[in-house]
C-alpha cells in the first residue's frame, strides 16, 4: 500500500522568512496530493492541494511542487507570519484506493517573531 | 457551513471498558473515516466506509471496530479498551468524487487509565 514520508517533523523559521516541507510517497499510481493544516485544538483543514496532471500550484503565499518522477511534493510558504504556526500534514491518494486518504507524519511549523 | 461532528472533546475510560466514539456529517458524503493521531506518527488510517453498512480496514484496525447504519453517522468501536488506545481520534468524511477535499470534525482525545 501507500507510505508517505514528511520531512522535517519540526520546523522553526523567522517571521517574514520562507518555509519549506518535503514529502515522497511510495504508490506511483498516486494521482492527489492534499496538504493539511491543524491549528491547536482543531481538526486538520485543506489549504492547497495538487494532482499528478499539474507540476506547480500557487494560492498566494502558499505553493506546492510535484516532482512525478521522483516521486516527491513540496509545500513552500513564503513571507511566513505567526499565523502560519501550526502542524502541516501532507497526503497522497489515488482512484485505485477508493478515496483512501494516507498522511505523512505531519511537520510542526514555528514562526519566530 | 459544512460540518464533521464528534460527539466528544474528550473522554476518560477505565481498561477493558467498550468504548463508543460517534461522529455525524451533514454534507450527504459517501466516505467517511477514523484516523488515529500519535505524536511522530502522524494520521494513521483504522477504518473507512463508502456506503451505509460498507467498511474496509484501513492501516491498523486490531482492537476496533465501525458501525455505519446511516449515511450520516459513523462509529468507532473499542470492544475493550486498553492503555495503548489513548490518543487522539478523528473523524473525517468526502464525496462520492474521487480525490477530493477531507473534512475533518475536531477530535476526541480519548484516555484510557
Known sequence: ?????????????????????????????????????????????????????????????????????????????????????????????????????????????SIRP | DVKVTQSSRYLVKRTGEKVFLECVQDMDHENMFWYRQDPGLGLRLIYFSYDVKMKEKGDIPEGYSVSREKKERFSLILESASTNQTSMYLCASTDTTVNTEAFFGQGTRLTVV
Do not use: M
Open chain 1, 1 to 109: 500500500g501507500e507510505n508517505v514520508e514528511q520531512h522535517p517533523s519540526t520546523l522553526s523559521v523567522q517571521e517574514g522568512d520562507s518555509a519549506v516541507i518535503k514529502c515522497t510517497y511510495s504508490d506511483s499510481a498516486s494521482n492527489y496530493f492534499p496538504w493539511y493544516k491543524q491549528e491547536l485544538g482543531k481538526g486538520p483543514q485543506l489549504i492547497i492541494d495538487i494532482r499528478s496532471n499539474v507540476g506547480e500550484k500557487k494560492d498566494q503565499r502558499i505553493a506546492v511542487t510535484l516532482n512525478k518522477t521522483a516521486k516527491h511534493f513540496s509545500l513552500h510558504i513564503t513571507e511566513t507570519q505567526p499565523e502560519d504556526s501550526a502542524v502541516y500534514f501532507c497526503a497522497a491518494s489515488s482512484y485505485s484506493s477508493a478515496s483512501k486518504i494516507i498522511f505523512g507524519s505531519g511537520t510542526r511549523l
